[in-house]
């Protein structure tokens, strides 16, 4: 067996101290010594990077940009407002469940290698468009562009037939409307030229009141002449002719006046059914307008970009690609020469422990014989 070295506590402590010192002039000479390898890595990274940049398709990004159409609506206050078609959430939940999929399904009937084809959706924060997106290389151009096409044709066919439907409803709301409008008209011929009649019959009762007064005053002074005679028979008898007369006159007097008063409370109602429906007209009128409003304003859903690629490709440039490849073959080359110095150091301390063992066994059993 094999005794243990003797070891002296005071060369122990320096090469202590001396392992833990590291300067920068050793750092130095480790790389050195190792700059084979640094040089190795770093090529080996600067190869692994060009053939990435080089080698691998670039991608390009795809965009399509849909504008959802809008629709004017009358708020709680009776004023009109701006809104989209359909919620941007609902329409966003169409185009990605729905219509990107059934686009991208006709697509791969025609071209099997289309299968793994990734269109995403999106709408940017208070904005009322749909932004299709995707990344591929420009061989597929063609193919992503045609799919982006269909899902956004069909979004705007769908929405086409919500603005037809709202179309067709704004014209029969106006052409009713319009119906009222005539239905008052007649009604407001017919109160006018009711007004026109009860006005000349009006003209003509007061002209009779005005004779029947007439009259009135002059048997009245006829009355006065009869009665200062009244002593003989004739005069008598003239007296009470001339005041039947008079109450007949005034009775028809009384009955005139009524008639008057009620073809003046007929005219009077007249004016103020045609004043109310003038003026029912009028709103009706304005209604329209606003409907009429409404109709124009109706904006059909549309592509105001794309689809179209990018000019240029999506993703890091080559150039970028090639100087982290550097820095990273760098970075590795160096740490791998510190860990082949460490392998060495080690090694050589292992070799130099076993020397100097057997050298202590070889003296031990000279001195025995």
Do not use: C
Not at 69 to 80: F, H, K, P, R
Not at 108 to 129: T, W
Not at 192 to 204: C, F, G, M, P
Not at 207 to 232: C, P
Request: aromatic share 4%; charged share 25%; net charge neutral.
């Amino acid at each position: 067996m094999v005794s243990p070295l003797p070891q002296d506590p005071t060369t122990t402590q320096a090469f202590t101290a001396y392992d833990d010192e590291i300067s920068l002039t050793d750092l130095a000479l480790t790389i050195w010594r190792r700059r084979r390898i640094v040089l190795a890595v770093m090529l080996l990274a600067l190869l692994a990077g060009a053939a990435f940049a080089f080698l691998l398709p670039r991608a390009y990004e795809y965009k399509a940009v849909i504008e959802i159409g809008t629709q004017t609506l009358l708020d709680a206050d009776g004023g009109q407002k701006i809104v989209p078609l359909e919620d941007s959430g609902t329409v966003l939940s169409k185009v990605k469940d729905a219509y990107i999929p059934a686009a991208i399904t006709e697509a791969i009937q025609e071209d099997g290698s289309l299968s793994r084809m990734k269109i995403d959706a999106s709408v940017p924060k208070g904005a009322a468009v749909i932004i299709l997106s995707a990344k591929a290389p420009k061989a597929l151009e063609s193919a992503y562009l045609g799919v982006m096409s269909a899902a956004a044709q069909r979004l705007i066919a769908d929405h086409a037939r919500i603005i037809d439907t709202k179309r067709i409803d704004l014209r029969l709301a106006i052409e009713r409307k319009r119906a009222e409008i005539d239905d008052l008209d007649r009604q407001i011929a017919l109160l006018q030229a009711d007004s026109k009649r009860t006005e000349t019959r009006l003209a003509e009762t007061q002209g009779s009141i005005q004779r029947l007064q007439a009259q009135l005053a002059s048997e009245g002074d006829a009355t006065k002449q009869a009665t200062r005679s009244v002593s003989n028979e004739p005069a008598a008898m003239t007296t009470l002719l001339i005041d039947s007369q008079r109450r007949s006159v005034l009775e028809l007097l009384n009955t005139l006046q009524d008639t008057a008063v009620d073809l003046q409370r007929r005219k009077d109602q007249n004016q103020a059914r045609i004043a109310a429906m003038e003026q029912e007209k009028r709103i009706k009128t304005s209604e329209i307008g606003s409907l009429e409003a409404q109709e124009k304003a109706l904006r059909e859903t549309r592509l105001v970009y794309g689809p179209a690629p990018s000019i240029l490709p999506a993703g890091p440039s080559r150039s970028l690609i090639l100087a982290l490849s550097l820095l990273l073959g760098v970075f590795f080359g160096l740490m791998a020469a510190f860990i082949a110095g460490f392998i060495a150091n080690v090694k050589a301390r292992l070799q130099g422990e076993v020397g100097e063992g057997e050298a202590v066994v070889m003296t031990k059993m000279e001195n025995g014989h």
